[in-house]
């Protein structure tokens, strides 16, 4: 082999690995504390009543990061694309006679400032609060703290 082509490959292979180490950079990025992510926490006392699971929740923009088990909640943190906030479907299926109640929440695109949130119970009477994210400060939030159905 010629030193010419040993040189062309070394090139070659160099821009391989380089672009690999980029890639997997991107994808350890962090989103703690940014207004780009939205944080739902699911209160114990619903918990407690409902069954759910990370596989009952639709994500129809955005990306899921992940659902933590905490004392009193269990938090699940969403993404935004490049283009839209993050906006997710929670189902949950009461214990005592299977009765689903369903929520939607969303936080607008965040850019240089807070994504504003909206709420939408679909199905069910919820207790919840927000508060929106703070840009490179805090993530978007909401509680759910309650859920009720009518028999």
Known sequence: MSIHKSAIITVFLGCVF??????????????S?????L????????????????????????FPLYCQAKNDSTDCQFAQTEQYGPEVT?????KTD???????????????????????????KWVYRTRNGVWNSSSGNVWLDQV???N
């Open 18 to 31: 380089a672009t690999q180490a980029y890639a997997s950079n991107k994808l350890k990025r962090d989103y």
């Open 33 to 37: 504390n940014r207004c780009e992510v």
């Open 39 to 62: 944080t739902v926490h699911i209160s114990k006392h619903i918990s407690d009543d409902y069954f759910w699971s990370r596989d009952r929740i639709v994500v129809n923009q955005g």
């Open 90 to 94: 929670l189902t949950f299926k009461r």
């Open 98 to 124: 299977g009765q689903v109640a369903t929520i939607r929440v969303q936080q607008n695109f965040c850019f240089l400032a807070a994504g504003n949130i909206t709420v939408k119970p679909i199905r069910g």
């Open 148 to 150: 009720s159905l009518n």
